[in-house]
């Protein structure tokens, strides 16, 4: 009912950059808020950054300066431009969406892409 895709992860090497894109589908009336979060090997789920329908972001404290979350042109996408990438980087990236799926009775839902890949090594 709802879809997000990710597109846009690989391999960079330190420093460089790199832009993720999510696009989310489906029986959407609403979304309060996307977001990305990232899940290295070993480690839990972390938030990396959010941003509200108003635009009011926020970010983890290792990634600001560096990480820049925006809400694309295109309705209900959302970029994280990524650059100095640092190796600690390295993770599986998520798109999230805080949203209210359309139907005869609408209701709130945490929807979730696959995930993909940032790989951040010389």
């Known amino acids: 009912q709802v879809q997000l895709v990710e597109s846009g992860g690989g391999l960079v090497q330190p420093g460089g950059s790199l832009r993720l894109s999510c696009a989310a589908s489906g029986r959407i009336s609403s979304i309060n808020a996307m977001g990305w979060y990232r899940q290295a090997p070993g480690k839990q789920r972390e938030l990396v950054a959010t941003?509200?329908?108003?635009?009011?972001?926020n970010y983890r404290d290792s990634v600001k300066g560096r990480f820049t979350i925006s809400n694309g042109n295109a309705k209900n996408t959302v970029y994280l431009q990524m650059n100095t990438l640092k190796p600690e980087d390295t993770a599986v990236y998520y798109c999230?969406?805080?949203?209210?799926?359309?139907?005869?009775?609408?209701?709130?839902?945490?929807?979730w892409g696959r995930g993909i890949q940032v790989t951040v090594s010389s």
């Open positions: 941003i509200t329908s108003g635009g009011s972001t």
């Open positions: 999230n969406a805080d949203l209210v799926v359309s139907g005869p009775e609408h209701y709130d839902y945490d929807a």
